[in-house]
């Protein structure tokens, strides 16, 4: 078993990092959904639920890695949403690379996003585990 990261000023850093990162994505969710229908996997339906939904959970991510208290369950639950949307953003990769509407930006960028993620779900770990009260799990 890995040592735990000692809580400290890096870790703020890194939470408050995440934070903005989904806090500006969540919010992109609920402002201009349209952008992320296309990572809804088609099986699942109508996309807009799904992308408001995901919209607010980042949001609440946010919140809860902003504020130290609350620092450890923002970390644990912003790495088991960065891995629940995983199968959303390589849908969104395949439909963009198989689609001749996609421009080559989008193609680059939603390929991007897949290794991307990799960093972001341990740096969430991370700050989980850091700033986990003695004693727990996380």
Not at 58 to 84: F, K, N, V, Y
């Amino acid at each position: 078993m890995a040592p735990r990261p000692v809580p400290g000023p890096a870790t703020g850093r890194t939470a408050l990092g995440l934070a903005a990162l989904l806090g500006t994505a969540g919010a992109v969710h609920l402002v201009r959904p349209g952008v992320f229908a296309p990572a809804v996997p088609l099986v699942l339906g109508r996309p807009r639920p799904w992308v408001l939904a995901s919209g607010a959970a980042e949001l609440g991510c946010a919140a809860a890695l902003a504020h130290p208290r609350t620092r450890s369950l923002g970390g644990g639950l912003a790495a088991a949403l960065l891995l629940a949307v995983w199968p959303g953003n390589v849908s969104m990769a395949l439909r963009a690379r198989g689609t001749g509407r996609a421009g080559a930006v989008r193609r680059v960028v939603t390929l991007l996003r897949l290794p991307l993620q990799v960093p972001l779900v341990r740096a969430a770990l991370r700050v989980a585990r850091a700033d986990a009260p003695s004693g727990s799990a996380a």
